[in-house]
């Protein structure tokens, strides 16, 4: 078991910044592990926004996002991070990070564990 714990999310205006965390505890996680960041405005559908492997790799990005967010990770602590520049208020949703025995997936049914999710809200 995994469990997934993030923080970091709040109201911001058009053009701030932000950055997620997400923390895990309950299995030591190598570079077979992919952590992936979702996320699900208001009356939609979960969308992925991007990936990272532990211990190596570099991160992938939705188009979406790509050039404004940054995935990073610090491996002795467990931790994920998501900053997140540059923000439009099409961003508002609940954030997500997941964890996939797959270490290149974007495919949200492929994530096995989730955290609670934390809201994001970009004010125009």
């Known amino acids: 078991q995994v469990q997934l714990v993030e923080s970091g999310g709040g109201l911001v205006q058009a053009g701030g910044s932000l950055r997620l965390s997400c923390v895990a505890s309950?299995?030591?996680?190598?570079?077979?592990?992919?952590m992936g960041w979702f996320r699900q405005a208001p009356g939609k559908g979960r969308e992925f926004v991007g990936r990272?492997?532990?211990?190596?790799?570099?991160?992938y990005y939705a188009d979406s996002v790509k050039g404004r967010f940054t995935i990073s990770r610090d491996d002795s602590k467990n931790m994920v991070y998501l900053q997140m520049n540059s923000l439009k208020p099409e961003a508002t949703g609940v954030y997500y990070c997941?964890?996939?025995?797959?270490?290149?997936?974007?495919?949200?049914?492929?994530?096995?564990?989730w955290g609670q999710g934390t809201q994001v809200t970009v004010s125009s």
């Open positions: 997941a964890c996939a025995a797959d270490r290149n997936t974007y495919f949200d049914w492929k994530y096995v564990y």
């Open positions: 990272i492997t532990w211990t190596y790799g570099a991160p």
């Open positions: 309950g299995r030591t996680l190598n570079s077979n592990y992919g």
